[in-house]
């Protein structure tokens, strides 16, 4: 009997029917209290005093990262439904000197529940979220102007007043992706019933971009992340040039910079080395001398592009370990960051073998069931001759 016990919780642990031990070589999940991840405060370090924003990505299933991938996090292959790694997440990023994330959002059911789900999270840690809106569907074109625009209003209306979010000039922030995609008096017709409750920022890729819209936005956030400063030597010429543009014309500056790029899984051409760190030195040091209002880190977690700073299996802490250098944060501010599976690989993807085990788990589970009934069968049938 106890043999047959011990088959039956084996195959229920196999068919993920109940949870499996935890072993020395597991990712160790996070913890579910926010105050074992407070950071602790801290001052950012002369002459850098723009506050840090790093782009935030809540796109993801268990499922995604079995697409377009070449790293992984160090939390294992999460959902952006999991409160315990955002609660980590914020926890890492304070540690880092990042004020706040910008959300990838545009009106949905999922994600407005993530949205909520972060500013609820952002709350608890003295964290700030501000948002960045999709105006480009999956094949890079303008979504209908009137869905973009109710889209804000409902912004306005819903989650700016949240303490967390963070704000300019006493507004909340938010962000325009793809304006260079819209007609200048669309865009007006989006930004023009919100700009009194909220900073819209567009997102121009040049001064004469910025030009354009000067009148119907609040500033600028260029999203470059595929820029290599080792062989662009017109970088930082063009940050301060639209720095220049939109302060010219009393408009807030949010500069950007990345720890490298490579987006060769999801159609790029391009790849731009992490350099030990000296890709993301050169990229702050170029963002910081355009006079930011604003610093715009690209990004937490963007693995497809692989611009992300988020602790991973194959870069580790080495770009928060370098923030916090720069930012001027002390490394004693540092959470524990768990280290990777024994034998978790970047280059295996999980496949279909999660499938697999459970169907040899139920298989297993109907199979001891059964043998359990014909022993059970068998001792009745004897204690009735005896």
């Avoid at 040049?206 to 595929?226: H, Q």
Wanted: hydrophobic letters at 40%.
């Amino acid at each position: 009997m106890r043999r047959a016990a011990l088959v039956v919780v084996l195959a229920l642990v196999v068919a993920g029917l109940l949870p499996a031990p935890v072993l020395a070589t597991s990712v160790p999940r996070a913890p579910a209290s926010a105050a074992q991840h407070r950071a602790p405060p801290f001052a950012l370090a002369p002459p850098h005093r723009a506050p840090l924003l790093a782009y935030y990505y809540q796109w993801f299933e268990r499922s995604s990262w079995q697409r377009a991938k070449t790293d992984y996090p160090r939390l294992g292959r999460y959902s952006s439904d999991d409160a315990s790694v955002i609660r980590t997440h914020i926890a890492w990023a304070r540690s880092a000197g990042i004020n706040g994330f910008v959300a990838s959002w545009k009106s949905s059911p999922v994600n407005n529940r993530r949205l909520e789900l972060l500013l609820t999270e952002a709350r608890a840690q003295d964290f700030k979220v501000a948002v960045i809106y999709q105006g480009l569907d999956f094949h890079r074109r303008p979504l209908a102007t009137a869905r973009v625009a109710a889209d804000f209003r409902l912004l306005r209306d819903r989650y700016a007043r949240d303490p967390a979010f963070f704000r300019l000039g006493g507004k909340p922030l938010t962000v325009f992706s793809g304006t260079w995609e819209y007609a200048t008096t669309d865009v007006a017709r989006i930004t023009g019933p919100v700009r009194s409750r909220l900073v819209v920022l567009g997102t121009e890729k040049n001064p004469e971009g910025c030009r354009r819209l000067a009148r119907v936005t609040d500033g600028d956030a260029y999203y470059w992340s595929s820029v290599n400063p080792d062989t662009n030597d017109r970088h930082e010429t063009k940050l301060r040039a639209m720095a220049e543009a939109v302060h010219r014309a009393d408009g807030y500056w949010m500069a950007p910079f990345a720890p490298g790029f490579d987006a060769r899984k999801v159609g790029g051409t391009r790849s731009v080395p992490r350099a030990g760190g000296r890709t993301l030195r050169a990229e702050y040091a170029a963002a910081v001398a355009s006079d930011p209002d604003v610093l715009g880190l690209i990004s937490w977690n963007e693995f497809s592009e692989n611009s992300h700073v988020e602790p991973s299996v194959e870069h580790g802490t080495q770009a928060l370990d370098e923030l916090r250098r720069l930012r001027g944060v002390p490394a004693s501010a540092s959470p524990s960051v768990p280290p990777p599976a024994s034998g978790t690989s970047r280059h295996q993807p999980l496949g279909y073998w999660p499938g697999l085990l459970r169907i040899l788990g139920c298989t297993l589970l109907v199979g001891a069931v059964a043998g359990l009934a014909r022993l059970r069968g068998v001792r009745t049938r004897r204690e009735r001759r005896t």
